[in-house]
Protein backbone atom coordinates (compact mmCIF):
# COMPACT_ATOMS: atom_id res chain seq x y z
CA UNK A 1 0.00 0.00 0.00
CA UNK A 2 1.24 3.15 -1.06
CA UNK A 3 1.81 6.21 2.08
CA UNK A 4 -1.02 8.56 1.83
CA UNK A 5 -0.93 12.38 0.43
CA UNK A 6 1.02 14.75 3.08
CA UNK A 7 2.02 18.38 3.23
CA UNK A 8 4.52 19.96 5.95
CA UNK A 9 3.12 22.65 8.08
CA UNK A 10 4.86 25.05 11.22
CA UNK A 11 2.77 25.98 13.73
CA UNK A 12 2.71 29.10 14.29
CA UNK A 13 2.41 30.89 17.75
CA UNK A 14 -0.41 32.96 16.78
CA UNK A 15 -2.37 29.96 15.78
CA UNK A 16 -1.77 28.49 19.83
CA UNK A 17 -4.31 29.64 22.68
CA UNK A 18 -3.23 31.01 26.25
CA UNK A 19 -2.18 27.93 27.37
CA UNK A 20 0.08 27.25 24.65
CA UNK A 21 -1.77 24.97 22.38
CA UNK A 22 -2.93 24.68 18.86
CA UNK A 23 -6.09 26.42 19.25
CA UNK A 24 -9.12 23.88 17.95
CA UNK A 25 -10.07 25.41 14.90
CA UNK A 26 -7.25 25.30 13.52
CA UNK A 27 -7.05 21.41 13.16
CA UNK A 28 -9.56 21.82 10.62
CA UNK A 29 -7.54 24.62 8.85
CA UNK A 30 -4.79 22.08 8.28
CA UNK A 31 -6.89 19.17 7.22
CA UNK A 32 -8.81 21.62 4.94
CA UNK A 33 -5.31 22.81 3.72
CA UNK A 34 -4.33 19.20 2.97
CA UNK A 35 -7.02 18.72 1.03
CA UNK A 36 -6.93 21.73 -1.57
CA UNK A 37 -3.27 20.72 -1.48
CA UNK A 38 -4.30 16.93 -2.64
CA UNK A 39 -6.32 18.53 -5.08
CA UNK A 40 -4.04 20.40 -6.53
CA UNK A 41 -1.37 17.43 -6.84
CA UNK A 42 -3.90 15.71 -8.74
CA UNK A 43 -4.45 18.44 -11.32
CA UNK A 44 -7.96 20.14 -9.31
CA UNK A 45 -8.56 24.06 -9.23
CA UNK A 46 -11.23 25.29 -7.86
CA UNK A 47 -11.62 27.13 -11.06
CA UNK A 48 -12.12 23.72 -12.37
CA UNK A 49 -14.34 22.28 -10.35
CA UNK A 50 -16.54 25.58 -10.57
CA UNK A 51 -16.65 25.12 -14.28
CA UNK A 52 -17.51 22.06 -14.36
CA UNK A 53 -20.76 22.85 -12.30
CA UNK A 54 -19.93 21.66 -8.97
CA UNK A 55 -18.45 22.27 -5.36
CA UNK A 56 -16.91 20.31 -2.82
CA UNK A 57 -19.25 20.73 0.63
CA UNK A 58 -18.36 19.09 4.43
CA UNK A 59 -20.78 17.32 5.58
CA UNK A 60 -19.41 16.30 9.05
CA UNK A 61 -16.08 16.45 10.83
CA UNK A 62 -14.46 14.56 13.77
CA UNK A 63 -11.52 15.21 15.38
CA UNK A 64 -9.63 13.16 17.79
CA UNK A 65 -7.00 15.21 19.78
CA UNK A 66 -4.20 12.74 20.98
CA UNK A 67 -1.06 14.97 21.92
CA UNK A 68 -0.54 18.81 21.94
CA UNK A 69 0.84 20.19 19.37
CA UNK A 70 3.13 23.96 20.57
CA UNK A 71 4.38 26.52 18.15
CA UNK A 72 7.30 25.73 16.77
CA UNK A 73 6.24 22.15 16.11
CA UNK A 74 6.58 20.22 12.53
CA UNK A 75 4.04 18.08 11.57
CA UNK A 76 2.91 16.54 8.31
CA UNK A 77 -0.61 16.37 7.37
CA UNK A 78 -1.63 13.56 5.41
CA UNK A 79 -5.33 13.05 3.30
CA UNK A 80 -6.86 9.80 2.25
CA UNK A 81 -10.23 9.59 0.24
CA UNK A 82 -12.30 6.87 1.32
CA UNK A 83 -15.28 5.84 -1.76
CA UNK A 84 -18.29 3.89 -1.00
CA UNK A 85 -21.48 3.73 -3.12
CA UNK A 86 -23.49 6.94 -2.58
CA UNK A 87 -23.17 10.27 -2.99
CA UNK A 88 -20.89 10.97 0.10
CA UNK A 89 -17.44 9.64 0.35
CA UNK A 90 -14.95 9.94 3.68
CA UNK A 91 -11.61 11.85 3.77
CA UNK A 92 -9.16 10.21 6.60
CA UNK A 93 -6.36 12.28 7.96
CA UNK A 94 -3.57 12.58 10.62
CA UNK A 95 -1.47 15.10 11.95
CA UNK A 96 1.90 13.67 13.30
CA UNK A 97 4.93 15.55 14.53
CA UNK A 98 8.17 14.36 12.80
CA UNK A 99 8.90 12.00 15.45
CA UNK A 100 6.03 10.23 14.35
CA UNK A 101 4.01 10.96 17.32
CA UNK A 102 -0.16 11.36 16.42
CA UNK A 103 -1.27 14.82 17.33
CA UNK A 104 -4.58 14.50 15.51
CA UNK A 105 -6.70 12.21 13.69
CA UNK A 106 -9.70 13.81 11.72
CA UNK A 107 -12.57 12.25 9.47
CA UNK A 108 -15.09 13.84 7.32
CA UNK A 109 -17.69 13.02 5.26
CA UNK A 110 -18.09 15.22 1.55
CA UNK A 111 -19.55 15.32 -0.69
CA UNK A 112 -19.88 17.26 -4.26
CA UNK A 113 -22.79 19.71 -4.92
CA UNK A 114 -24.19 20.38 -8.29
CA UNK A 115 -24.05 24.17 -8.13
CA UNK A 116 -26.90 24.52 -10.58
CA UNK A 117 -29.30 22.58 -8.41
CA UNK A 118 -28.27 23.05 -5.21
CA UNK A 119 -28.42 19.02 -4.61
CA UNK A 120 -24.99 16.59 -4.16
CA UNK A 121 -24.24 14.75 -7.12
CA UNK A 122 -25.20 11.09 -7.29
CA UNK A 123 -21.32 10.01 -8.23
CA UNK A 124 -18.76 12.38 -7.77
CA UNK A 125 -16.20 9.37 -7.89
CA UNK A 126 -16.96 10.65 -11.67
CA UNK A 127 -15.88 13.91 -11.96
CA UNK A 128 -12.85 13.12 -9.70
CA UNK A 129 -11.93 10.68 -12.52
CA UNK A 130 -12.55 12.98 -15.22
CA UNK A 131 -11.31 16.66 -13.79
CA UNK A 132 -8.13 15.03 -11.90
CA UNK A 133 -4.93 14.21 -13.94
CA UNK A 134 -3.75 12.05 -11.43
CA UNK A 135 -7.13 10.19 -10.29
CA UNK A 136 -5.02 7.86 -8.40
CA UNK A 137 -3.95 10.68 -5.60
CA UNK A 138 -7.62 10.02 -4.99
CA UNK A 139 -7.10 6.23 -4.55
CA UNK A 140 -9.15 5.81 -8.04
Known amino acids: MTEPFAVPVTVRGYETDVQGHLNQSVYINYAEH ?35 LLAGDEVEVSCGFEWGEGKTFRIQQTIRKTDGTVAAEITAVGGLMDLKERRLVTDPRKYFKELAADPALFGL
Open 34 to 68: ARWSLLRAAGITQAGLIGSGVGPVALETTIRYRRE
